[in-house]
């Protein structure tokens, strides 16, 4: 597609259920990211896909936190158990291998609500 | 672990004003980023600097790039309501292999 497309836009969910977060990335873009932005405020790396190599998950805060990428193209954030301090936006990102120079390009984010 | 100090946190001023953002860092990057943020909105790459010293010039924007590569300037001239958002800093090498380290961001506020 044109852009990174992200779904749900918005999520309510009750603590201790399980949720799916869905990133579409821009066909061609070899590595994919996600973040995390609470309250309008930077962002903190959670994991990155860059090819068919393993993945970096050293930002990940807990197990409960998993991420997949089929296929090197669409991505999915799973977050069991969810607790209220997971409540956030969730950025994800793709780049070409030149991300150094040209940057990432950002989806909409999906809004986690944990009530 | 890298870090990026992005100051002032926060910035409220009247359209016409300028202002200056920084964002320093105790570690060398290979390049620096900035990126504006509007609400609903992922951030958009505003621009990459490279080389230490480097100027770059968008508009009313003006980037610049320390000598050492560890930290960063963005300034603005005659602000407009519509430069209101986040702006975040983002650099790209050393122990952050692959991936960027962003700052903590700056809350723009441009009045009428």
């Known amino acids: 597609g044109a852009g990174v497309s992200q779904s749900p836009s918005n999520k309510v969910t009750e603590k201790g259920k399980d949720v799916e977060l869905r990133c579409d990335p821009i066909s061609g873009h070899t590595a994919l990211y996600w973040y995390r932005q609470s309250l309008g405020q930077g962002l903190e790396f959670l994991i990155y896909f860059q090819g068919n190599s393993a993945p970096d998950k050293s930002g990940l805060p807990s197990d409960r936190f998993s991420a997949e990428r089929t296929g090197g193209s669409v991505s999915t954030l799973t977050i069991q158990r969810t607790q209220q301090e997971d409540s956030a936006v969730y950025l994800c990102a793709s780049s070409s291998q030149g991300f150094r120079s040209y940057g990432y390009t950002f989806g909409s984010g999906t809004r986690l609500t944990v009530v | 672990t890298q870090l990026l100090e992005q100051s002032p946190q926060f910035l409220s001023i009247q359209e016409g004003e300028n202002l200056t953002v920084y964002c320093n860092s105790s570690s060398v990057f290979s390049s620096l980023q900035w990126y504006r943020q509007e609400p609903g909105e992922g951030p958009v790459l505003l621009v990459t600097v490279v080389t230490g010293g480097e100027v770059k010039k968008l508009k009313r924007l003006t980037f610049q790039f320390g000598d050492a590569r560890k930290d960063s300037s963005l300034h603005i001239t005659a602000a407009q309501p519509g430069d209101t958002g986040l702006y975040l800093c983002?650099?790209?090498?050393?122990?952050?292999?692959?991936?960027?380290?962003f700052g903590q961001g700056t809350i723009l506020t441009v009045h009428p």
């Open positions: 983002a650099g790209a090498g050393g122990t952050s292999y692959g991936k960027l380290t």
